[in-house]
Structure formats: structure tokens, C-alpha cells
């Protein structure tokens, strides 16, 4: 009969004590990783507010309106600065090109601009106008806001923007170029926050004269000394 050496025998409760104990160590390990990441993470999350107090300056509270119509302009900065566009603020800035923005396609044309009357053809031009106001705008009533114009070269496309407090206003404006008695505008009302605003819109009108007296003084002939006056109306 024979024996076996318990010596060589396989010992499964130490080598269950064994796995224990190697998992005990990763454990910690994997804790030790952890900690150092997270205090590497909030370091570099408090060091740039940190910089900026030691060694900037406060930055500059900056007007809400000019950012409200920088963040409308910028899209046209390039076009600009490539004379492909035009952008005059309302009233200009001395850098600004002071030119006048004007729609047309021949037959009709008019000035952007709140009070513009409509000009139709005549002749060689446009300078027939006629007592037709077609702008609708939005009515400043008691806070003066910001207002700006684009003109696309390009395109024959004039922007308007306006920004107030609580709501900014883009309108755009062209010229119909197959249908030439069209005139178009677009106008879109933003409001930026979550408040309800009441608007007062400026509609198209008609604006007729009204009859007036107007007394010329001409000066005397040769046969009399007598101041004539003559009495004209319009």
C-alpha cells in the first residue's frame, strides 16, 4: 500500500487567502490612482480662476446692448473689411463709410429707413416719390436702444438690427429682381428671456399733405415802386 506526501498536497484554503490578499492590494492601489487623478483634475480646474485674480487685471463689464449688436455684426466683420459689405451704426461711428443703404431693381427703390417714403421710376432713375411709407419697424418707447444697418453689395440685401433689454429685432430688405413691383421684408423678433414682452409695431402708411399757403414777395417793376405779392399753394 502506498502513501502519498501531504506536503505536495494542492491547499485550496491558502491559495484562496492568497487571492485575498492580492486583491486587497489592487484594491488599494486602484484607490490610490483614483485620489492622485481627482486632486490632478481639481488642481487644474481652480488654477486658471486663480491666475487670472494674481496676475489680470478685472476684465471690462461691457454694455449689454454693444454685446447684443456685436454678436449681430460679426458675421459680416470679413465681408466688410473686403468691401463686399457695409455696416453704418445708427447714428455712424467716425471709422464707419457713411453711405446711405438703399434697395432697388429699377423700378422701385427707397432708403432703409424707419420713415422712408417709396420712390418708383421716372425717367432714367427712381427720384418719383410717393407718399407711401412701406417700413415696418419696431417703436423705441421708452429705452433708447442700438440700431445698425448691413449692406450686401452681393446679394442687393439690406440688414437692419435693433436691440433692446429684453428682445433684439432683425429685419432684412430687398428689391424683387423678376417681379419689379414686389418689395420684400423680412423682420424676426428674439426675445431673450423667459418674460413676456409687448412689442408696438410701426405699420406701412400713407401719408397725404395737407394744403398750404406759402406768400412770395417779389420785387418791384420799372412802372411802380408797389411791393407785389403773390400767394401760392401747395
Do not use: W
Not at 9 to 34: P, Q, T, V, W
Not at 137 to 152: K, Y
Not at 160 to 178: G, I, L, P
Amino acid at each position: 500500500m502506498f502513501r502519498t506526501d501531504k506536503s505536495n498536497k494542492f491547499d485550496l484554503g491558502e491559495f484562496k487567502r492568497k487571492l485575498k490578499r492580492l486583491a486587497d492590494g489592487s484594491f488599494l492601489s486602484y484607490r490610490r490612482i483614483f485620489l492622485l487623478l481627482l486632486g490632478i483634475c481639481v488642481f487644474f480646474y481652480i488654477l486658471p480662476p486663480v491666475f487670472r485674480y494674481l496676475f489680470m487685471s478685472t476684465p471690462e463689464v461691457k454694455d449689454p446692448h454693444m454685446q447684443c449688436m456685436d454678436d449681430r455684426l460679426t458675421p459680416f466683420f470679413l465681408q466688410n473689411y473686403e468691401f463686399d459689405a457695409n455696416i453704418r451704426h445708427v447714428p455712424p461711428h467716425p471709422e464707419e463709410r457713411n453711405f446711405i443703404p438703399y434697395i432697388g431693381n429699377g423700378y422701385i427703390g427707397m432708403e432703409v429707413a424707419h420713415d422712408a417714403s417709396l420712390n418708383i421710376k421716372s425717367g432714367r432713375s427712381m427720384q418719383l416719390p410717393m407718399q407711401f411709407h412701406p417700413v415696418v419697424s419696431v417703436a423705441q418707447r421708452n429705452e433708447a436702444g442700438r440700431e445698425a444697418m448691413v449692406v450686401e453689395y452681393l446679394s442687393g440685401t439690406v440688414h437692419r438690427f435693433q436691440c433692446f433689454s429684453n428682445y433684439f429685432v432683425a429685419y432684412t430688405y430687398y428689391a424683387h429682381r423678376t417681379h419689379p413691383s414686389v418689395l420684400m421684408q423680412e423682420i424676426k423678433i428674439t426675445n431673450t428671456r423667459n418674460t413676456i414682452e409687448e412689442v408696438e409695431l410701426i405699420f406701412p402708411r400713407i401719408y397725404f399733405q395737407s394744403p398750404t399757403s406759402h406768400v412770395i414777395k417779389l420785387g418791384s417793376t420799372t412802372q411802380s415802386s408797389v411791393l407785389k405779392e403773390f400767394e401760392v399753394s401747395t
